[in-house]
């Protein structure tokens, strides 16, 4: 397929606006790579040159007359989304087969509208998981209804004040020390069994694990510079949800 320079370009500005959106889910840097060169190669380019790493995706392009093409877009890698993903995965298989032109491309990229999620759902998500890991430990019913009532007050930090898209690190803090906070005050009150049943429930809201073996795999994977970037941050959190609960037990544990 022949383009011209101002339709080279504007595919590849197209190419990196799906990887950005790649990154967002959560995807490894190797995946994203990969992805983006099948739709270069499937548009005619010869030897696509794609670096992804969390921040940043850097792509140069050969087209049949011998001329390159190179772009840069600053990606931020924001928590996992596998649902997401998959929508990714099939927009860009369909890409590949189709190869829409340039134009039809960049509609298809900009008309994309990310659905609306649905906050009842997601609170209860949070609620079943808390109190089901609460009780799982070892928590009573009692325990685990309580982690269950404090993962609302994690759903709400999450997803009304928007204190992840800030700064993960200073919202997993703010999150932990609220969550123990609450556990405190509603245990000072006698509703609970095992202060610390309820805190592991909600303490497994925040856990990087996901975060922390996508880490390893992208070292494995030989992206050392992504898998450092993920496991130091994945370390920042583990300290942060520490800090946040041992924060509040010091000001609170012996005051309620």
């Known amino acids: 397929m022949l383009m011209n320079d101002k339709e080279c370009e ?3 500005e197209n190419v990196l606006e799906l990887g950005k959106r790649y990154i967002s889910t959560g995807a490894e840097a190797k995946r994203v790579e990969e992805a983006l060169s099948r739709i270069c190669i499937a548009y005619g380019f010869e030897s696509p040159e794609i ?4 921040s940043l995706i850097v792509a140069t392009i050969k087209s049949p007359d011998g001329k390159h093409y190179t772009q840069s877009v600053r990606a931020w890698a924001g928590g996992t989304d596998l649902g997401r993903l998959e929508e990714l995965n099939a927009q860009i298989r ?12 960049s509609d298809e990229i900009k008309s994309y509208e990310k659905p609306k999620p649905k906050p009842i759902i997601k609170c209860i998500g949070y609620m079943l998981a808390a109190g089901g890991f609460s009780v799982f430990f070892g928590g009573s019913v009692l325990d685990g209804v309580v982690s269950a009532l404090i993962a609302i007050a994690i759903y709400f930090m999450d997803y009304n004040l928007k204190l992840r898209n800030i700064n993960s690190v200073l919202y997993t803090f703010t999150a932990s020390f609220a969550s123990g906070a609450l556990t405190l005050l509603v ?3 006698g509703f609970v069994d095992n202060i610390d049943m309820v805190m592991i429930g909600d303490i497994m809201l925040l856990i990087p694990g996901l975060l922390l073996v996508n880490a390893i795999k992208e070292m494995l994977n030989r992206d050392i510079v992504t898998g450092l970037y993920r496991f130091v941050e994945a370390v920042f959190v583990a300290v942060a949800i520490a800090g946040g609960f041992a924060l509040s037990v010091l000001l609170l544990g012996g005051v309620l």
């Open 94 to 105: 369909n890409i590949c087969k189709t190869t829409p032109d340039v134009y039809a491309f």
């Open 10 to 12: 504007l595919f590849l």
């Open 187 to 189: 245990a000072h009150f």
């Open 51 to 54: 670096y992804a790493v969390t």
